[in-house]
């Protein structure tokens, strides 16, 4: 029997059925998914996603670790309190090695959660995408792709990364695509020799740029640029063994 690989484009009107027992790709490529991939390149021990800074700062209380980073963003911007942002370029060995990271976004960290009836969750962005796609083909089940959007509305640089995951895919097994995986690799073929360049001409690359933030979305177009694949359950993140 054929394994199947399914794209969904916002977190609105997707099925327990797609997403139960399944493995499940999320993507928040600008930039919630990149960033939790880069602070555990960095030695990060564990990410925490939480929905709301109320939240956040709670858990951090309770844990009672003087190891606990705050990180993430509202309307684009470091939340006023937390430690860190949610650029990648501000999760670096010096900072957050050893360290344990709550992290709470806009859209990555609820997209997260709406995963996690999967069987398999994966944290997918460009920079990770082969290792990703490798690691998800082997896992013998039907393949879901989350895309986080933007507000619920259709992101295009989430769709992007969904269709460079479906082709990486697709050369690693007999998977038949259901149509939101055809789309986004259909879209993805349109952009594979400059897909810097639409992530910049997107609504939400655009928006980074003019809040000065260019250089995180150059970062988070570079395909490939590490193997490490965050894996979510029991709540938490972790980087792949």
Avoid: W
Avoid at 128 to 157: H, K, M, Q, W
Avoid at 170 to 199: I, K, S, T
């Amino acid at each position: 029997m054929s394994l199947e690989i399914d794209v969904f484009a916002t977190l609105n009107g997707i099925p327990d059925e797609a997403i139960n027992n399944k493995a499940i790709i999320v993507i928040d490529a600008l930039r919630a998914t990149t960033t939790i991939t880069v602070a555990l390149a960095a030695g990060c021990l564990e990410v925490i996603p939480v929905l709301t800074p109320e939240e956040a700062i709670e858990m951090r209380e309770r844990l009672g670790d003087e190891r606990v980073l705050l990180g993430g963003e509202r309307n684009a911007l470091k939340i006023p309190g937390f430690d860190l942002g949610n650029s990648p370029l501000e999760y670096t060995t010096e900072i957050v090695a050893g360290k344990r990271l709550i992290i709470t976004t806009t859209n990555g960290t609820r997209a997260i959660r709406r995963a996690a009836g999967g069987r398999l969750v994966f944290l997918g962005a460009m920079i990770n995408a082969p290792a990703v796609a490798g690691l998800a083909a082997t896992a013998a089940t039907d393949i879901t792709i989350i895309c986080a959007g933007t507000r619920d509305r259709f992101s295009l640089e989430d769709f992007l990364t969904a269709g460079l995951l479906v082709d990486q895919l697709a050369g690693q097994g007999e998977f038949v695509l259901r149509d939101g995986a055809q789309a986004a690799r259909d879209y993805y073929y349109c952009h594979r020799v400059d897909p810097a360049a639409a992530l910049k001409a997107s609504f939400h690359g655009r928006l980074l740029a003019d809040l000065g933030l260019e250089a995180d979305v150059e970062f988070c177009s570079r395909v490939g640029a590490t193997d490490v694949v965050p894996v979510y359950g029991g709540g938490i993140i972790k980087k792949a063994s």
